[in-house]
């Protein structure tokens, strides 16, 4: 499918743009792109307006300044759904680092939102010693390649299952992170060091709202993300089968099928 060129804030974004209806909003991980969404979008554009852009920096958008903070991706949220005339409220689902910037949409556009889909992420702060990992890669990824993302990357995005049984998608997924800008790493990796503790925002989050984990997630247990869906007021909750970090890459059927029960819902 063509990905669409956009101008915000003076930078281009690359954005999916598929289907009509309700928008619905796809926000990649960190060091992805929109491409892995695809088993979502295939379903979900024959019936609702599929949104699914590549950050500032990934895939065919624009890399810009040496930090990019989970609010100024946010910002570049609202700007592209400006520049595309999308009607508000927005159905916005966001993985990992997706779910970061989730949060911080929730926060400062909480009136541009009709639900919110949180799939393997956090809402604490990283501790001392992850921020500092962090920030020594983007040092490494800077001076070595972005293969080094990958190498660090990959053990944990994937759960065994998918690793034994569908070794295609890590090798595809590798493919992505080495072909995406070492800039645009670093970048992302010192604003995510950055981020602030989201916790806090939990309890205040008024729309309706789907927590989803894989079962075998290293990186966001089910554990964890079990306890951000109690934090807010009338979560749903679902634990992704046969499924890591990468839950709606790895079982897009159990995932597309708890997405679509949500959606329908509300």
């Not at 989970?70 to 700007?79: H, V």
């Not at 493919?175 to 925002?201: C, F, H, N, W, Y």
């Amino acid at each position: 499918m063509p990905v669409n060129r956009i101008d915000i804030s003076g930078a281009t974004l690359g954005v999916l743009d598929e289907g009509a209806g309700e928008p619905l909003v796809f926000v990649h991980g960190f060091p992805l792109d929109h491409t892995m969404w695809q088993g979502q979008i295939d379903v979900f554009s024959s019936r609702y307006r599929v949104l699914a852009p590549d950050l500032r920096g990934f895939g065919a958008s624009d890399v810009r300044g040496e930090t990019m903070t989970m609010e100024d991706f946010a910002d570049d949220l609202a700007a592209m759904l400006d520049a595309l005339g999308v009607g508000r409220p927005i159905a916005l689902c966001g993985l990992s680092m997706g779910g970061y910037i989730a949060f911080r949409f929730a926060a400062k556009y909480a009136s541009q939102l009709r639900s919110l889909i949180l799939c393997d992420t956090r809402a604490a702060a990283d501790s001392p010693e992850a921020a500092a990992n962090r920030l020594k890669m983007a040092e490494q990824v800077l001076s070595k390649g972005a293969e080094v993302a990958a190498n660090a990357m990959l053990p944990k995005l994937f759960g065994p299952r998918t690793v034994a049984e569908r070794p295609e998608l890590p090798a595809a997924t590798r493919r992505v992170i080495e072909s995406t800008k070492p800039a645009a790493i670093a970048a992302a990796q010192r604003g995510m060091a950055a981020r602030p503790d989201s916790t806090a925002l939990l309890p205040q989050i008024r729309v309706p709202t789907l927590v989803v984990v894989g079962e075998d997630d290293a990186i966001a247990p089910v554990a964890e993300m079990r306890g951000i869906a109690a934090e807010i007021s009338g979560a749903e909750f679902v634990v992704v089968p046969a499924a890591g970090h990468m839950a709606p890459l790895e079982n897009p059927t159990a995932f597309n099928a708890a997405l679509e029960k949500f959606l329908s819902s509300n």
